[in-house]
């Protein structure tokens, strides 16, 4: 011991001492919360650094940076899978409307800015398709529809929902992609009938229309993970769970 001491250039007292010392307060707590968001991990994997954050903060009234750093040095990520189904065919023929949003999403009362997005969910009869509709203001989803085929029929019947169960007064404008279903002459009937301005996002530009597309992001997360990324479901138990 002596002779390690020495290579070290440690003190045999301060060797001892190390040895015998117990943990600072500070320590037993990031070990705490440590084992806590192990637990959480593994049982939402696909649980990303903010959800987890918010699952732990109630408890240990923890920092973000703090799970982030425990995250980066104990190698623990969600393993949620890459996009591999397209949903939004911005090759085609309709015209195109401007973007008027210009990425202020913020809406100082509901029904003056909607936004709108399409994903797809595999089920034990083929894909399901779910297109919605979302207040700005309240973050609602005030609108939204399923089928079996990704057309303007999906997107009209979630904006028809929308428009009748909200009581719109004024000018109301409706974000989207530039996709086919959304540029289509039924799609652009419907906004005409109901009085609703379009707008769409930049050829190639997905932060147009970010706002949108976290609502699914957060639902093929935590805490549903494994209801879209893990496993394959009876479609209508599908719907039912995510209503």
């Known amino acids: 011991m002596d002779k390690l001491c020495r290579i070290l250039n440690v003190h045999r007292s301060g060797y001892y001492a190390a040895k015998v010392r117990r943990p600072s307060p500070r320590k037993l707590r990031e070990q705490a919360v440590l084992r806590a968001l192990v637990a959480a991990h593994e049982k939402y994997p696909a649980a990303g650094l903010d959800m987890l954050h918010h699952l732990l903060k109630p408890q240990f009234h923890c920092s973000r940076n703090m799970i982030h750093r425990l995250m980066k040095e104990h190698n623990i990520h969600s393993i949620r899978k890459r996009a591999y189904k397209a949903t939004t065919n911005s090759n085609h ?75 719109v007064d004024g000018e109301l404008i409706f974000h989207s992609d530039r996709g086919s279903q959304y540029a289509s002459r039924k799609y652009r009937e419907a906004l005409s009938q109901y009085g609703i301005k379009q707008s769409m996002s930049r050829k190639g530009d997905p932060y147009d229309n970010a706002v949108a597309e976290n609502f699914f992001s957060c639902l093929k997360c935590a805490p549903l993970p494994e209801l879209i990324d893990k496993k394959i479901y009876d479609i209508m138990e599908w719907k039912q769970k995510i209503r």
């Not at 894909?127 to 089928?147: H, P, Q, R």
């Open 93 to 167: 023929g309709y015209r195109v409307s401007p973007n008027l949003l210009e990425r202020d999403f913020t809406a100082s009362k509901p029904n003056i800015k909607w936004v709108g997005d399409i994903t797809y969910i595999p089920t034990d009869e083929g894909w399901l398709y779910a297109a919605t509709v979302k207040d700005l203001c309240t973050k609602e989803i005030v609108g939204y529809a399923f089928s079996d085929r990704i057309d303007s029929e999906l997107t009209v019947s979630a904006l028809s929902m929308a428009y009748e169960h909200r009581k």
